[in-house]
């Protein structure tokens, strides 16, 4: 029971966030079911039992009280690899994330800033021969700028790549608002 996590809807009943999933552990999960902040949508085959009361295990849990973002997406490595395709923006190939690096475009030691427009996914070995020195200096092009995204188009490239590990109970919250195709 310790790998079962719980899907977090807002209130409107689209996940917070695709990219990566909104997740809470379930034990979170009952801990916010048990403080009314959130509404039970569906639940896991599993109970847990303290002495005097059993629970579901829930496996889609919605918030009670909607939450708005301030349009702007949080700069994390995976919404960097988001943004890029899952590809090095020096060789073009695509990797799964975990063999992906980072990149600054103008290098820390000579005053780049880690922010968007200065991050980049990379590869290891092109990280490595760029080292520190700038995409012209290292005759390493970039292939696309490295720009903020929107919301909506981390949102579109995150349903490109679904996740890998989805509960069935899952998907019809994940996929709702997708084109159906008959």
């Known amino acids: 029971m ?8 807002n209130a409107d009943y689209r996940p917070l966030s695709y990219h990566p999933l909104s997740l809470w552990t379930w034990k979170d999960a009952i801990s916010a079911l048990l403080l009314e902040r959130v509404n039970l949508v569906e639940s ?3 109970v847990v039992r303290s002495p005097s009361v059993e629970y579901k295990v829930p496996s889609v849990v919605a918030l009670k009280r909607y939450v708005t973002f301030n349009g702007r ?3 994390t490595r995976y919404n960097i690899y988001l943004r890029d395709d899952f590809s090095c923006q020096y060789c073009g190939d695509r ?8 990149d ?7 005053g780049g800033l880690t922010e968007w427009s200065n991050v980049v996914a990379a590869c290891s070995p092109c990280n490595l021969y760029k080292a520190n020195r ?15 995204p929107s919301v909506r188009r981390l949102n579109q490239a995150a349903r490109r790549v679904p996740p890998s ?18």
């Open 44 to 46: 896991y085959d599993s």
């Open 2 to 9: 310790n790998g079962l996590q719980t899907l977090v809807l």
């Open 73 to 75: 997406p949080a700069f």
């Open 104 to 110: 600054h475009v103008m290098p820390r030691s000579r």
């Open 165 to 182: 590990d989805v509960h069935h109970s899952w998907l019809d919250y994940l996929y709702w608002d997708s084109e159906l195709l008959l």
């Open 95 to 102: 990797f799964v994330a975990k063999e992906l690096t980072f």
């Open 134 to 148: 700038t995409p012209i200096e290292a005759d390493m092009p970039l292939i696309q700028d490295a720009l903020e």
